[in-house]
């Protein structure tokens, strides 16, 4: 069964340092793997998606993310934070063997210090 | 395209009382997705459809919830009655399901609260 685990529910960065959120997933065929950004009161927005092709994935807004198989992670990352960045963050998988159905994580909430 | 359109935007009602959310996806999308949102549970998947047919409900707490989609432009979530702890954010989503999964977009959602 798929599963993602999200490390730390809340992160908070200084304005232009790194931002560095962990996600960790389960699978047990070739992931499809997202993640989804939600600004407060609206839907999730697509950020960016692995899928199968170059393992160093880049997204929207400056963010990027890795897929390591070996670690089964797919870390995202952002050089540096700016205050718009300030969100939460779900990492999310799926896979043939689940259908259509995507799992999100539980969210990791970003703060941006000034 | 206007995107996923969920309505109403607020509801506030009293326990016991029939609710029902709808949703419109994006045209030409073939797969919709139904989730709940609190504090408490984070994000949970209630049921989901492929081509207009129910795939896995297995996330519908229990029988006061059911949900429909008669047509590919349409679906229903209904709570029948509902209860204080149904108070959450509704979200519907829509892909394009094929032999790629696909990204989902998600509405604005339906704030729900039940007094």
């Known amino acids: 069964a798929q599963s993602v685990t999200q490390l730390g529910s809340h992160v908070s960065v200084s304005e232009g340092a790194l931002v560095l959120l962990r996600c960790n997933y389960s699978s047990s065929v070739p992931p499809y793997l997202f993640w989804y950004v939600q600004y407060p009161n609206q839907g999730l927005q697509l950020l960016l998606k692995y899928t199968s092709a170059a393992t160093l994935v880049k997204g929207i807004n400056g963010f990027e993310a890795e897929f390591k198989k070996s670690e089964t992670s797919f870390h995202l990352t952002k050089p540096s934070a700016h205050m718009s960045d300030a969100a939460e963050y779900f990492c999310a998988v799926s896979d043939r063997s689940g259908g259509f159905k995507t799992i999100f994580g539980a969210g990791t909430r970003l703060f941006v210090k000034a | 395209d206007a995107g996923v359109i969920q309505s109403p935007r607020h509801e506030v009602t009293e326990m016991g009382q029939e609710v029902t959310l709808r949703c419109k996806p994006i045209s030409g999308h073939n797969s919709l997705f139904w989730y709940r949102q609190t504090m408490m549970r984070g994000l949970e998947l209630l049921i989901y459809f492929n081509n207009n047919v129910p795939i896995d409900d297995s996330g519908m707490p229990e029988d006061r919830f059911s949900a429909k989609m008669p047509n590919a432009s349409f679906s229903t979530l209904k709570i029948q009655p509902s209860e204080p702890r149904d108070s959450a954010v509704y979200f519907c989503?829509?892909?394009?399901?094929?032999?790629?999964?696909?990204?989902?977009?998600f509405g604005p959602g339906t704030r729900l609260t039940v007094l």
């Open positions: 989503a829509s892909s394009r399901s094929g032999r790629e999964v696909d990204e989902q977009f």
